[in-house]
């Protein structure tokens, strides 16, 4: 026993490598799917009273169960009524709808926070709208989605974790793997946890400059 | 006379039309055929059956040599597919995989509705503890005590059996979660198959065996229900091997204890 076994790490390099890399492409790609989803059913919910009806259950489902349930049944459970899909396909679909139903409540309560006045006054002037929304409400609201935006990211990197259960080797799956022959948990678990650490930094980092590029003089959040 | 003559024909006929249809009626072997190659079901955190050589990134171990060995008599080739411990049952109905190779035994299946391949290893087992541990000797000694096993294993399934003697039973999802509860002083023993506990304390040698072998595991391949052609044939090459010494190769490499 004893020490910190560095060389244990870099042993294990090309499949930490591996199971981040399997990570990195299934959050980056269920992101997108969920940041897509969650805009569209916020607008939508937020827009009209039928489609907040209509798309209601979507959202309290995916909210309202556990996302490793979610997983099985999209997996293991829709082969019965004849959609079988590809194991990473199934993850970034369950994650990706996970974390849409979050983010479309991210963006409907965004979509309040600008006033009704300044809708009324962009019809007055003849916006259609596409237009009113793409040039004077969306760019107002992304400043304030924005934070909530990058807790949703590094809950969903976070989450990733789950689709080890549908036998994709990603890194927290590596980890147990290196573990089972290493028995160094000390060396092993601490290296994943810094390298989930700088993934979720990375995006931070990236929030802050974004939060800067959209800031409004006047408003809260210098 | 006249009759019985037709009645035995007619039987003929039909018992070869049981016969043929019952081995020609499902085309499990001919699909993995067509392949080119048998995808194995495993969860590479059992050494020595199967683990992931942390430098090389490849899997290693006795199921993995076996599974090589049997495709090889079969004219095929093997894929291997790691996969979490409870998911492999799941898939393997889902048709991820052709066959589970993975030191499971016929209890742990629980009762779903699969085919089995004939045995290829008993495995026992056993009691292992903190190598500075004393006041157990064998199984009479773990009357209240704080037992260790791995979720959805023949151990734990053991330990339920056993569980008026024990104060408390700490179920994990992996072994090698058990082990470290052990080594920390935060159980007292842990029940485990032989030659994984074997392969442990070779990487760390602060446990030990104690006492006789508890019971012993029935380890087969498990296959779809009804992938029957597939299960024959990898019984047959199972037999072959056993018989041309390419098993014991396999066995002395990862298994034998000296």
Same mark, same amino acid.
């Given at each position: ?9 870099? *042993?294990?390099?090309? %499949? ?17 799917? $969920? &940041? ?10 937020? +827009? ?37 899909? *590809? ?26 926070? &600008? ?22 409400? %969306? ?16 809950? /969903?990197?976070?989450?990733?974790? /789950? ?37 979720? @930094? ?21 | ?10 039987? $003929? ?38 683990? !992931? ?14 599974? !090589?060995?049997? $495709? ?35 209890? +742990? ?33 773990? +009357? ?54 074997? *392969? ?41 091997? !056993? ?6 190769? &396999? @066995? ?7």
């Amino acid at each position: 026993m004893g020490g910190f076994r560095i060389d244990i790490l870099f *042993n294990a390099a090309p %499949l930490l490598i591996e199971g981040l890399v399997a990570t990195i492409v299934v959050s980056l790609a269920a992101f997108c799917l $969920a &940041v897509i989803t969650g805009t569209f059913v916020g607008i939508a919910r937020a +827009e009209s009273a039928r489609a907040r009806r209509l798309l209601g259950p979507y959202v309290e489902v995916f909210r309202g169960t556990p996302l490793l349930i979610q997983l099985f049944f999209i997996y293991y459970g829709l082969p019965s009524i004849g959609l079988n899909l *590809n194991n990473y396909v199934a993850g970034i679909v369950g994650l990706g709808l996970n974390g849409g139903a979050y983010i479309s409540e991210i963006v409907r309560g965004a979509l309040y926070a &600008v006033g009704q006045g300044q809708k009324d006054a962009a019809s007055a002037l003849g916006f259609s709208w596409l237009q009113t929304m793409v040039h004077i409400i %969306l760019p107002q609201s992304i400043r304030v989605a924005l934070p909530p935006l990058v807790n949703s990211f590094s809950a /969903l990197l976070k989450d990733s974790s /789950l689709v080890s259960v549908l036998a994709i080797t990603e890194l927290t799956r590596v980890s147990q793997l290196i573990y089972t022959r290493t028995f160094r948990a000390f060396e092993v678990y601490l290296a994943v946890g810094a390298l989930y650490f700088g993934m979720i @930094y990375t995006v931070s980092l990236i929030s802050r400059y974004l939060e800067r590029h959209f800031q409004i003089a006047g408003r809260y959040g210098r | 006379m006249k009759l019985g003559k037709w009645t035995v024909l007619a039987a $003929a006929v039909l018992a070869v039309m049981v016969i043929t249809t019952s081995t020609w009626a499902d085309n499990s072997f001919q699909k993995v055929k067509e392949r080119g190659k048998m995808v194995v079901g495993l969860c590479a955190q059992y050494p020595p059956f199967e683990s !992931k050589n942390e430098k090389t990134g490849e899997l290693e171990g006795f199921d993995i040599d076996l599974g !090589k060995a049997l $495709a090889a008599k079969m004219g095929i080739q093997a894929k291997f597919v790691d996969a979490e411990w409870q998911g492999l049952l799941g898939g393997l109905k889902k048709g991820d995989y052709d066959v589970l190779i993975t030191c499971m035994s016929k209890s +742990e299946t629980r009762g779903e509705n699969v085919n089995f391949s004939d045995v290829y290893y008993t495995l026992p087992d056993v009691i292992v503890v903190r190598k500075d541990e004393t006041s157990i000797k064998g199984k009479a000694d773990l +009357e209240d005590r704080i037992v260790g096993v791995q979720l959805g294993s023949a151990s734990e399934q053991l330990a339920d059996r056993m569980k008026d003697l024990f104060k408390e039973i700490k179920r994990y999802n992996y072994n090698p979660e058990a082990f470290t509860d052990l080594k920390f002083k935060r159980s007292d023993a842990v029940l485990v198959g032989y030659a994984y506990a074997v *392969n442990q304390i070779k990487t760390d040698p602060s446990y030990k065996v104690v006492g006789e072998p508890l019971s012993e595991a029935e380890v087969v391949m498990v296959l779809s229900k009804g992938a029957d052609d597939l299960t024959s044939k990898i019984n047959e090459a199972l037999r072959t091997i !056993k018989k041309d010494g390419s098993y014991r190769q &396999v @066995y002395d490499r990862w298994l034998k204890v000296d």
